[in-house]
């Protein structure tokens, strides 16, 4: 039995790392440049209370 249920995995690695680099690695860069003031070609600043003077 110990040798049918490895046979899956050489399957399933390499579809989660597929996903992890194609779908979460980018959600999560979004997620953290959401917090960020960026237009795309100098420094992300930050937004928020962090900016905000007498905070």
């Known amino acids: 039995?110990?040798?049918r249920?490895?046979?899956y995995?050489?399957?399933?690695?390499?579809?989660?790392?597929?996903?992890l680099a194609v779908?979460?690695?980018p959600f999560l860069m979004n997620v953290g440049a959401s917090f960020t003031r960026?237009?795309?070609w100098a420094r992300p600043g930050g937004s928020?209370?962090?900016t905000t003077p007498g905070c």
């Open 48 to 50: 928020g209370s962090t």
């Open 9 to 19: 995995w050489l399957y399933l690695i390499p579809s989660i790392l597929l996903f």
């Open 1 to 3: 039995m110990r040798v």
């Open 5 to 7: 249920t490895r046979g």
């Open 38 to 40: 960026w237009s795309g």
């Open 23 to 25: 779908i979460v690695v």
